[in-house]
């Protein structure tokens, strides 16, 4: 069915919601094709399907009502454009369960803003916070702060458990573009574009921010471009899987993948098959994979293999640091949960495959300005934020007739039955539901510049 790998047994849907809820070992994957520690997040699965039918900040078919609402619950898009929210929106303990799937708007897909005069103290547009199961596809988030406000990150996870962000592009944050926190765990980020943080605190990533215990996280096939440092962080108790795998890490300003050890037992890390390129605002010499050893309660362990770097002549961009060389490890301490590739290969598919799709101008821009391998790219690291794209006109949404979801034009090509409401039907017993299937073929078809009927 659809292609994707076959199983052998039959997922009834009682099963699947009890997956949704207990989230045990060996559930299905978020999607085909899924990978790393999130893998297993059964986001909406089984649940609702609501449509997302304005660009309000809230009130009926908005973004904000279907976050806020409870139960297993799929959002996707009959609407394209910016959404200007009033407010933060937080996906929480009590509204977990939940996949937010951008590849279902049409035309130019879906941006979200916040006013920067909006009274909550977290300033941060959009957060997970003690939620489980959350699946984040094909959306962007770009913060119009001026630099003076402070912890601003475009996306934060806290203390949430399975969550899988995948083709998410974040710019412009006043803190990390990315951050977790507490005991945020089997956390995948993939083909995601983070750009831009803003000076004097321009971060890529938080990966370990005030954990209590062992966590697991990949962080796979993402470009950190043009942020000062905390690309990544990482910081985690032993016992931790944490992975680092085919990046592309482009003009960062004084640090890299910054390591320490600060939790009991000593950060386990895998650093595998990423690339690394200074560029503009890169200091005249600096390390890609640094261990910090103040505060260090232990050795960490650092897997290092097959990374590559690249920098201009007048810049010295080490692959390790002298304190990193003795700590490095000749076997992970966990297995890959991820396909690796060369660091070549992920130079080629980063630029081809990360970020929101159909990507923007400013995506574009981004992704220009890596520039080719062995080539010196453009952009620097901003101390204030770009301005947001005026809303293309809307495109058209495929025709939904039934509600389920799925074009019903193509609906029989995963099973279903145009006029009826089958999403989670699962027609040859494989465990893929019609919805399943018909959600990745549409984030294949964004990235190529299809979208159906």
Known sequence: MFGFPRRFRIISLVYLAALVFSGPVDALEAFPGAGGHGKESQGGRGGAVIHVTTLADSGGGSLRACVEAKGPR???????????????????????????????????GITLTIDPANPSHIKTPLYIRGAEDVVLRHFRVRLQYPNSVANADALTIEDSRRVYIDHFSGSWATDELVSTHSNTTALTIANSIFAEGLQPHSKCALLGSDPTAPQT??????????????????????????????????????????????????????IVGNYFKAGKSTSDSTFAINWHAAASVARPQIHELGNSRWAPDNVTLTLTSPATAGVLVPEPACPSTVPVTSSDDAYRDVRKGAGAFPRDAIDQKLIRNIGDRGQEGRGSIKDKPG???????????????????????????????????????????????????????????????????
């Open 217 to 270: 996280m990949t962080f796979w096939r993402n470009a950190c471009i043009s942020n000062n440092d905390r690309n990544p962080d990482i910081n985690h108790f032993a016992g931790s899987c944490i992975e680092i795998v085919n990046n592309i890490f482009f003009n960062a300003g004084a640090e890299w993948v910054e390591v320490f050890s600060q939790y009991p037992g000593g950060t386990p890390v895998s």
């Open 387 to 453: 301005k947001l794209l005026p809303d293309p006109r809307p495109g058209l949404p495929y025709a939904d007739g039934d509600g389920d979801g799925m074009a019903d034009s193509i609906e029989a090509m995963f099973g279903a039955s145009a006029g009826e409401a089958d999403a989670w039907s699962d027609p040859d017993g494989d465990g893929w539901s019609s919805f399943d299937g018909f959600i990745q073929w549409l984030s294949e078809q964004r990235l190529t510049g299809g979208f159906p009927a």
């Open 74 to 108: 799929n959002c996707v898009f009959r609407v394209s454009g910016t959404i200007r929210l009033k407010t933060p929106l937080g996906i929480l303990s009590e509204n977990g369960r939940l996949s937010v799937l951008g590849q279902t708007a049409p035309g130019e």
